[in-house]
């Protein structure tokens, strides 16, 4: 296996300078908001209706060169045309063509997983009129590198028996199963998800909704669109920009005690940005 | 087992008490010190990169790893005990340093009272309104004994904050019913956040004593006695459960270890999980002989040492005694038996969650900084006429407002769970929240205690501890009145909405509270009831001291760090001025 398969997009530029902030403001802000407008994702709440399409985003395809692989298709457009972190942890700013796709490959699920993970997640965080959701922010990206790492595994909990499933919530989860376990248990009740229409799906999943897999499936929902981008999900910082969250910031000692009763929204920048990237993520370490 | 050449002391456990204790004794004496700590090594300059809500705050990357250790929990005797088998109620942590990297820096002192609180409770209200299931005592010391140790550890720290009381003269803008201080705080107070500035306006218009929060994480540069300088803090917002990223914050690796470091006598062994203090059965005075440990390889020593210090925060403290046989282990039954006795948590909820109309700007800010008043802390307010006992500050924190543990926090009047509802909520509400804390006294309690559990065991195949802990109406009733405090502050504040805190029911071991988990080896007058006496030394081994806040017979209503070392000052001068030159008992 030479090299790493991470990007199969020809015709995509590398582009430093345009963001996924950029983007949006470019796609659906230029009428109201000016390019100086700092506030972007209050700006990106204003837009009455945003263009985003709703239906499937993720095509499966398979690669003959990596049979043991399997890989999501990202349309490009559907994340806002830029992808910041690649799987090998180098840092690659793409801006695509619109009509053009991501490959990624997957760590743990199977193509179809990703697709039901996928389409669930943007069903807990959905993309709609107050701006982009789990779909574009990559949530299914950064759920699959969390099970394939330490914490999908259970690498640091206590795992001797004997086990009580059935114990009070105040004794935090006792089960046995893994994560990756509660996740395949709980896809393999969800088969075809993804081909239902929304209000089916909504359905499907007010069914399981009590479940520890909804629950967990949800609390990874929320960490896939607000962690750093360097864990796969929150692409573009768009869950940053959505809660008008700047990041990691070095100071704030200038404008702690200023900006009282209004909203100072600096503009995000990940870890990466800001610290240059040398910390490897937890979900890479064995 | 492989037997080390000797030496004159061994200290177990590398976080704020052992590393003072090797850093006092190291700079004061010639002894040669060995500081066992079974995490790994760390340097102050490596916390550039840890600015990651995930692997920090939700996947716990500096606390200890479960998998090899954990401890037991039940409510009761009645009840099962079951393994925490992933963090919850409180995050030990792991490495040198110890918990100490990653705290939240609040510095208060504890009231004059706390450490009397048996003899002045009943003194004002009369033995019989202490609780039915009660065993409060006295620490054996008192506020004006510990009073210049509490100055040390400020000074070393450089505590930012505003004295309240200098030598019984009320300052205002400070805690005016705090302990006399015998000095103003080294630095000033830290920057106000918005929120914090809204709860300090609402708490003078009702009439409290707000005043800023002091904290370790100082306002400005500081250079403290030994000649460590650290720099101010900026206000990035990441201290509880990070390591400061600009030293800011007052941790054992950026305040202690630069002169550990220039100490030729002092070495600190990392990957050393100590597993049993060695008694020398012998000698009829009951000395101990030295620890026995494991090495990252998994190799077996025996450290000899005329001196042990056990300083591996409260729980393992008290787990060691427990595998050591050293001490009577309590028994609940009967009331007889020492180790493990006194177990408390302190009560530390939001008490009210504010939601505003205005944008609060909550990414800025750090761990200390904020407002708090402490008119209903202790015995500050009469409580003839109340239904329960002690009580605790109010704060308004800039502190946890981080996105993925910060987002989800929504009115009651938000049903959704999830979809489109649920994620408006969430982008109308996140920067418009804030939480009104609570920090009040856990008393001390007869069916709370621990001991070893017969069925779970740790990595070595050694029996996991096992704690028995749950609330009482005390805390219940306290919790209660605070709630309704902080609900009507919050609507002085100006807040649209308010979600009152739902208050203490049955202990839940699952949910983040503090890591304020105290008792186990208690100090007190009496070696029929107590572990350590008041220099922290052991009552029937003499050679050996145990450090930290598993000696607090009661748990206050304030941080433990600031208290536990001025008592680790104070033991190392008994232990340089006195113990060296007479090795006996101190009390």
């Known amino acids: ?286 | 087992m492989k037997t080390l050449p000797s030496v004159d002391v061994v200290i177990v456990g590398g976080g704020w008490t052992g590393l003072l204790m090797a850093k006092e004794l190291g700079s004061r004496t010639a002894l040669s010190i060995v500081v066992l700590e079974r995490g790994g090594p760390r340097k102050s300059d490596e916390y550039a990169n840890d600015m990651d809500e995930l692997d920090y705050s939700i996947r716990f990357r500096m606390m200890q790893d479960l998998s090899l250790e954990t401890v037991t929990f039940r409510h009761s005797a009645a009840e099962r005990a079951l393994p925490l088998r992933q963090h919850g109620s409180f995050l030990p942590g792991t490495g040198v340093g110890g918990a100490g990297e990653h705290w939240s820096a609040l510095s208060p002192r504890y009231l004059p009272d706390c450490f009397e609180l048996y003899s002045r409770t009943i003194e004002k209200y009369g033995a019989a309104r202490l609780p039915e299931d009660h065993c409060i005592q006295d620490w054996g010391i008192t506020y004006a004994e510990l009073e210049p140790h509490y100055k040390r550890a400020e000074l070393l720290l450089g505590v930012s904050g505003k004295a309240g009381n200098i030598r019984g003269t009320q300052i205002e803008g400070g805690n005016i019913f705090e302990g006399w201080r015998s000095s103003e705080y080294p630095t000033p107070p830290t920057k106000v956040p918005y929120f914090s500035e809204l709860f300090r306006q609402a708490a003078n218009s009702v009439g409290y004593h707000p005043y800023p929060i002091p904290g370790a994480t100082i306002s400005q540069p500081y250079t403290n006695p030994d000649g460590v300088t650290r720099p101010g803090c900026t206000y990035c917002g990441f201290c509880e459960t990070y390591g400061c990223m600009i030293g800011a914050k007052a941790q054992p690796t950026n305040t202690l270890l630069p002169l550990i470091a220039k100490r030729k006598n002092v070495s600190i062994r990392t990957g050393a999980t100590v597993r049993r203090i060695v008694q020398d059965t012998s000698r009829k005075n009951g000395k101990a002989r030295g620890v026995s440990y494991v090495d990252a390889t998994g190799q077996e020593f025996f450290q000899p040492a005329e001196l042990i210090f056990l300083a591996s925060w409260t729980l393992n403290n008290t787990r060691l005694l427990f595998l050591s046989s050293i001490g009577e282990p309590y028994d609940p039954a009967t009331g007889r038996g020492t180790v493990g006795r006194n177990l408390t948590h302190q009560v530390f909820i939001s008490a009210a969650t504010a939601f505003f109309e205005k944008p609060l700007n909550r990414f800025m800010g750090s761990g200390a900084s904020g407002i708090m008043f402490n008119d209903f802390d202790g015995d500050v307010f009469d409580h003839s006429e109340l239904p329960f006992l002690r009580g605790g500050p109010l704060l308004g924190r800039s502190a946890r407002s981080l996105p993925v543990g910060g987002c989800d926090v929504l009115p009651k009047s938000v049903q959704a769970k999830w979809g489109s509802e649920w994620k408006k909520a969430m982008l109308d509400y996140y920067d418009r929240t804030g939480h009104i804390g609570f920090i009040g006294d856990h008393l001390a309690y007869k069916g709370n205690y621990m001991d070893l559990d017969a069925t779970y065991k740790d990595q070595f195949g050694d029996p996991l501890l096992r704690l028995t802990l749950d609330w009482r109406d005390n805390e219940r009733k306290m919790a209660e009145f605070a709630i309704q405090k902080a609900v009507e502050l919050a609507h002085a504040m100006g807040a649209m909405e308010v979600s009152p805190s739902s208050g203490l029911k049955s202990y839940d071991a699952s949910r983040y509270q503090s890591t304020h988990i105290q008792g186990g080896a208690i100090m007190g007058v009496s070696s029929e009831r107590s572990v350590v006496n008041p220099f922290l030394q052991h009552w029937q081994i003499q050679n050996l001291f145990v450090l930290g806040a598993s000696s607090f017979p009661q748990n206050a209503s304030a941080g433990p760090t600031l208290t536990l070392l001025a008592q680790t000052y104070r033991t190392a001068d008994a232990v340089v001025e006195r113990y060296l030159k007479n090795p006996s008992a101190l009390a």
Not at chain 1, 146 to 162: K, S, V
Not at chain 1, 261 to 271: C, N, V
Request: net charge positive; charged share 25%.
């Open chain 1, 1 to 286: 296996m030479s090299g790493n398969p991470t990007y199969r997009a020809s015709g995509i530029k590398p582009s430093p300078q345009r963001g996924l902030q950029e983007h949006f403001r470019e796609k659906c802000c230029a009428l109201k908001h000016s390019s100086e407008c700092s506030d972007v994702p209050l700006a990106i709440r204003t837009i009455p209706r945003l263009e985003i399409p709703l239906a499937s985003n993720y095509v499966m395809i398979r690669s003959r060169k990596m049979r043991r692989r399997e890989f999501l298709t990202l349309s490009a457009a559907s994340i806002g045309g830029v992808l910041v972190y690649s799987l090998d942890g180098k840092v690659s700013r793409l801006s695509a063509e619109l009509e053009q796709s991501i490959r990624i490959p997957l760590r743990f699920f199977s193509q179809e997983e990703g697709l039901i993970v996928a389409a669930a997640a943007s069903r807990i965080f959905p993309s709609d009129e107050n701006g982009p959701g789990a779909r574009e922010a990559g949530v299914v990206v950064y759920i699959d590198r969390q099970l394939a790492g330490p914490w999908g595994r259970d690498r640091h909990r206590y795992t001797q028996e004997p086990f009580e499933e059935n114990a009070p919530a105040e004794f935090g989860y006792q089960g046995k199963a893994t994560p990756r376990e509660v996740y395949r248990t709980g896809l393999r009740n969800l088969k075809t998800f993804h081909q239902l229409d929304a209000a089916e799906q909504d359905a499907a999943l007010r069914q399981i909704e009590t479940s520890n897999f909804f629950s967990l499936l949800r609390r990874n929902t929320i960490e896939g669109m607000f962690s750093d981008p360097v864990h796969g999900g929150n692409m573009g910082m768009i869950g940053w920009q959505l809660i008008g969250f700047p990041g990691p910031r070095m100071s704030n000692f200038d404008d702690i005690e200023k900006h009282y009763g209004e909203a100072f929204r600096p503009k995000p920048a990940s870890l990466h940005d800001v610290t240059g990237g040398k910390g490897r993520p937890i979900e890479d370490e064995p």
